[in-house]
Structure formats: structure tokens, C-alpha cells
């Protein structure tokens, strides 16, 4: 009987579980893989740094809702993927990062990058394997993506040793289970309880996260909103599974962020958080009006009452809960009594979002220079407006501008690190979008500082042909960091806040791109139609005002026990 590499076996596995997509940088503990996948329907994305084959397949999962790949090699390789597979891990995303590892029979020899790397990444991973004997190689490929996958998403560590790879087995010495997992456990009786509550109540409101959008419960949702005339608000990777443009969305459910939510959530009496944590986000819960009913629902138990009581948790998939609220209401004939019911407190919404609209616009048309963030996202913004553009935000001050102006169509199509506050995410995260979808626009709007972490990722971009487009936010220093100091010192410290002018855009030039450097906002509006049409990526440096203080580096100045809620709503 012929006998099957390690190699061989693994690539197999991996087409049986419907990978199409690797991100990785290769290395002498990972080229089994490669010597199988070159003539396999796999493809291999090489990055010019782990931590960046990570970020991609993070995108990848974000922005399809299945499970994103990454391949590192041993001890450096591995090293360097960490950050990454934490911001993954604070994130939710389902992701696979299989590592190479230094052989069984070196362990403990001083052999080449050898590191105990089980116990390193087993703290930030849903779980941790290690497979040691060749023909086991399918059953643990199975077993990563079932974990990754199942219940709450998340990232999953998978290491096969340098000889377990290059091992090779008989056909019948090897098992090849393949699991689908497709439970979306739903409470009946959760959804009674919740629809007593909604009936009860005067001022109801929804918070949807991340669990609505891996779920995949945006029609459900709409549906829902639209029946009973309930708004809501969507949170991190959840944003887009109901449109802002929708008359019952309210954008993002950030309480810093210019419309309703900061009122909403302080005077509802009714919040339904639907696949959303309680975290930083909501000053863990402070911001709540204290006097609202708190219910909760996740598949994660664990999660329920984090931070905050909840008067009513309920463990549930989101999509096939909402499917069973739509239910009731229909069976109820209630969805019309409910609507004219809170009519008024959606118009209560509706006028304090025009309101403080109305204020954060004196920054959004700002026409100053040096250009004020707020300036440069309302560009971007209203540049990219067709429903189908994705905009990468990346950095700490510039993210939060962004964040605070994005008007987002869809769900997947806008990318920032979340609750780990990782930089340079961007490049990896744009260039993983342009890949998945050629077709539509891509644009990366990233501080200064931010975009020197992977700067040479634009030689990715560059060599693979991902005509992505970079706006910089150029304030010549880390301004979080900075603006953090004043607020909470009273000074500066220059060591470690200043970076001064850099050319990023000729830099890109002499990669093989295109770069504009802006220095007045009427030049923003220009640069861009000439970068998307330039058909290479592209880099726009503005020079941007140093002075502005965002909400996020008055919440990091406030760290520490210092409450932190009378800075929201500004």
C-alpha cells in the first residue's frame, strides 16, 4: 500500500474543509504545506510579516462571516503572529493559525527556533492543539475548524512538529472525520419573556454586536425594527447588519459618537443587547440609564452580565432568536400597536441625532489648515458612497474620527482592529479586502503612526496588484498618545509622542505606486478621484492639525479608575 505525506495529508484536509484562501510567510518548519498546495485549489498569500497574514485572514472571516487561515513558521514565525491572534481572540473572529514547530525528536536540543509555543498562545485562543503523530493530521485539521466555528467564534492555535509533517503514513492507518457543526440553539421561552418586557416598556432600544452579524441575522433583524418600530444602533463588527441608512438604525451604538446613542442609551428603559458585549465601549455599563430593564442575549454564557447586571440574560444564536421574536409578534397581531407605540421615542432619537449632528458639523465642513480629522473622514465618506465600498479605519485618534463619521451599508465593509486597540491592522486588512473583492473600492483611512508598524505591506499591495487606496493622517506625532498627556499631565512628554514629517507618499512612489501630499481640504476631494482612478495603490499624505483632542484619548487618559462617563456625549 503506497504511503501519503504529512504534507499531502494536511492540504487534503483542508480543501475537504472548504479553505480556499491561506495568508502566510513561508519558513523552513512550514514547507510540507507549501510543497503540497502549489498544484492544489489552495491559494497562498504571501505577506511581508506573520503578524500581517494574520490581520488578512481576520479580514477575510470579518468580511465573509466563515473561517479566515493563516500558516507561520516556528519560533520567530510564531512570535510574530501573537498580536494578531489577540486582537482575533478579543474580536470574535473564527480564524485557524497553524504554525510550524520544531521537531518531536529535536525538543529540547537547542535545534533551530525551537520554543515551547503551546503554552504561549493557549491564554488568547478559544483552544490550543497540537498534533503528534502523522496520520492524526485530519483529524485535528477537523477539530480546529470545528472549534474555530462553533458556539461563539473565535481563533483556534493548531501546531504540527517539523517531523509529524514530513512523517508518512498508509491510507488505512489514517481517520478523516469531517464535522459541520450547524446548531443555532434559540430560547422559546427567552423570547416570551423578552416580548413581555417590550410591551411593558415606553423607550426600547436595540444594541446588536457582533454575535447579529456572525450569526447572520441582519434580515431578521430589519425585519424585526420594522415590525414593531423598535431602533436600534449596531456595534463593532455588527455594524451593517442593518444599514445606517435605514430609518429605524441609528448608527453606531458608541456613545461618543455625533447622533443619538449617548441620549438613547442614558434615558431607554428598555436595552436589548443582542450578540453584545458590556464593555469599555458602554464605559462597562455606566453610561446605561440605571432605572432600564437589561436584557442580553448571546451564545456565550459567559459573557452575559459582564461589567453589568441584566435582568434578563438569555443564551441564544442571535439570527434564529430574532426569528422567533418575528414570530410572535406576528402571531400576536402586535407589530402595529408596538410601532405607533414608539413612534414618539424614535422621533425623540431622531431629533437628537439632527442635533448633534448639527454640532459635530462645524468640524466635519471644516475648512482649515492645517485640516482637522473630522474633515478629511467626512470626505472619505461622502466620497464612498455607494453601498458596496469598504473603508478600513486603522490607528488610535484617526480611528475614532473615523469611526465617528462612517455612515455604513453593509455588513463586513467596514474594518477596524475593535476591543484590542490593535494598530496596523490597516494595510493588511485593505489588501485582504481588495483580494476578496476586486470589484469594489477599498480605501484605508490610518494616522501616521499607525501606518509605519507594516508600512512595507504597500509592497504587497504593489506586488500583488491591489489597487487599495491609503489616506494618511499626518499630525507628525502619536496623537493619542500625546493628546493622553495633556489631558491627564498637563504636559508633553516629546519622547515617544513626536514623529515629525514623513513623506510616506513618496516613499510609495519609489515602491512602484502612486502618492499625492495634501495640504489644504479643497485637495482631498481631488486626490481621491485621481487615486481610485489611477489603477495602482495609492497613498494621499494630509497633513493634518495636531491639536484636536478626540473622545478616545480623553477615555485613555482617564484609565485607571477615573470615571470617564462625564467625557461621553461631548
Request: with cysteine.
Amino acid at each position: 500500500m503506497s504511503e501519503i505525506n504529512g504534507g499531502k495529508l494536511t492540504v487534503d484536509a483542508l480543501i475537504e474543509k472548504g479553505v480556499e484562501m491561506i495568508f502566510s510567510l513561508s519558513g523552513g518548519h512550514i514547507f510540507p504545506l507549501y510543497d503540497y498546495a502549489e498544484n492544489s485549489s489552495i491559494e497562498m498569500f504571501v505577506t511581508r510579516h506573520e503578524q500581517n497574514a494574520v490581520f488578512m485572514a481576520e479580514a477575510w472571516a470579518r468580511m465573509t462571516g466563515k473561517t479566515g487561515t493563516a500558516l507561520v513558521t516556528a519560533g520567530p514565525g510564531f512570535g510574530n503572529a501573537l498580536t494578531a491572534i489577540a486582537n482575533a481572540y478579543m474580536a470574535n473572529t473564527p480564524l485557524v493559525l497553524i504554525s510550524g514547530v520544531v521537531g518531536l525528536a529535536a525538543s529540547e536540543t537547542l535545534d533551530l527556533q525551537d520554543m515551547r509555543q503551546l503554552p504561549v498562545i493557549e491564554p488568547i485562543v478559544k483552544k490550543a492543539l497540537c498534533c503528534q503523530k502523522t496520520e492524526r493530521i485530519p483529524e485535528f485539521i477537523d477539530m480546529a475548524y470545528r472549534n474555530a466555528e462553533a458556539g461563539c467564534p473565535g481563533p483556534v492555535y493548531l501546531e504540527i512538529p517539523i517531523d509529524v509533517w514530513n512523517g508518512s503514513v498508509t491510507a488505512d492507518m489514517v481517520k478523516k472525520p469531517v464535522t459541520h457543526v450547524e446548531s443555532r440553539p434559540v430560547d422559546r421561552s427567552g423570547a416570551k419573556s423578552l416580548m413581555e418586557l417590550i410591551e411593558a416598556s415606553e423607550r426600547p432600544i436595540i444594541l446588536a454586536g457582533s454575535g447579529a452579524r456572525y450569526a447572520d441575522a441582519g434580515e431578521e433583524l430589519t425585519e424585526f425594527v420594522e415590525k414593531t418600530g423598535i431602533p436600534i444602533f449596531t456595534a463593532q463588527v455588527g455594524r451593517g447588519v442593518v444599514s445606517d441608512t435605514h430609518p429605524l438604525c441609528f448608527e453606531s451604538s458608541t456613545v461618543i459618537r455625533p447622533g443619538a446613542a449617548f441620549d438613547a442609551v442614558a434615558t431607554t428603559d428598555l436595552i436589548i443587547l443582542l450578540g453584545n458585549r458590556i464593555s469599555f465601549m458602554y464605559a462597562k455599563g455606566d453610561v446605561f440609564n440605571p432605572e432600564a430593564k437589561k436584557v442580553q442575549v448571546d451564545i456565550n454564557q459567559a459573557e452575559i452580565g459582564r461589567n453589568c447586571s441584566v435582568d434578563l440574560g438569555i443564551v441564544s444564536d442571535v439570527k434564529e432568536f430574532t426569528a422567533e421574536l418575528n414570530r410572535l409578534v406576528e402571531e400576536a397581531g402586535s407589530g402595529e400597536s408596538l410601532e405607533q407605540k414608539f413612534s414618539s421615542w424614535v422621533e425623540t432619537l431622531r431629533e437628537k441625532d439632527k442635533e448633534q449632528k448639527g454640532i459635530a458639523a462645524f468640524n466635519w465642513q471644516s475648512d482649515n489648515s492645517p485640516i482637522h480629522h473630522m474633515r478629511i473622514c467626512a470626505e472619505v465618506n461622502g466620497y464612498l458612497d455607494r453601498e458596496d465600498d469598504i473603508v478600513v479605519s486603522d490607528g488610535g485618534d484617526t480611528q475614532v474620527w473615523m469611526s465617528m463619521t462612517r455612515t455604513i451599508r453593509s455588513p463586513g465593509h467596514y474594518l477596524e482592529s475593535g476591543l484590542f486597540g490593535c494598530l496596523g491592522v490597516g494595510l493588511a486588512y485593505a489588501n485582504a479586502a481588495k483580494l476578496k473583492f476586486p470589484e469594489k473600492r477599498v480605501c484605508l483611512v490610518t494616522g501616521d503612526g499607525s501606518i509605519g508598524l507594516n508600512f512595507m505591506e504597500f509592497e504587497t499591495s504593489i506586488r500583488k496588484n491591489l489597487p487599495i487606496v491609503v489616506v494618511i493622517c499626518n499630525d507628525k506625532q502619536w496623537g493619542m498618545i500625546r493628546h493622553a498627556q495633556e489631558v491627564k499631565l498637563g504636559r508633553i512628554i516629546r519622547e515617544g509622542s513626536e514623529i515629525g514629517m514623513v513623506d510616506y507618499h513618496l516613499a510609495v512612489e519609489a515602491l512602484g505606486g502612486k502618492g499625492w501630499l495634501v495640504e489644504d481640504p479643497s485637495g482631498i476631494k481631488p486626490a481621491l478621484e485621481e487615486a481610485f482612478a489611477c489603477g495602482k495603490p495609492a497613498c494621499i499624505n494630509i497633513v493634518t492639525d495636531p491639536e484636536p483632542i478626540s473622545p478616545g484619548s480623553i477615555a485613555l487618559a482617564s484609565m485607571g479608575g477615573v470615571d470617564v462617563s462625564k467625557f461621553f456625549g461631548q
